[in-house]
């Protein structure tokens, strides 16, 4: 899993520039990057800043973040039959307001 990841796909899904968001989270710039990159993992307080900036509860970036390299090899098949659907209705709940 690759939370980092998924926090650049949920923060470019919802149109924020870096620098943008970093200051939304009131999180250096340096740090958001670090953190997208896989250099360091966000601590708990910057990962609620992030997730409230995101309007997502982290289950959601957890999910997002899942990569084939983390699914069992038994279940690979049914990763790639249901995770592409999965990945759609995450950034739909990121992007689209209700």
Known sequence: MNIGSAIKKARTD???????????????????SQIE???KKPN????????KVLEVPET???LYGIEES???KQKKK????IYPN??????????EKF
């Open 44 to 51: 708990p307080t910057n990962l609620k800043k992030i997730c």
């Open 60 to 62: 959601i970036l957890y």
């Open 86 to 95: 999965i990945q759609d209705m995450i950034k739909k709940l990121i992007v």
């Open 14 to 32: 919802k149109g924020y520039s870096q620098g943008d968001f970093a200051e939304q989270c009131g999180i250096s710039q340096t740090s958001i």
């Open 37 to 39: 990159n896989g250099i």
């Open 78 to 81: 049914l990763y790639k039959l």
């Open 70 to 72: 983390d699914i069992p």
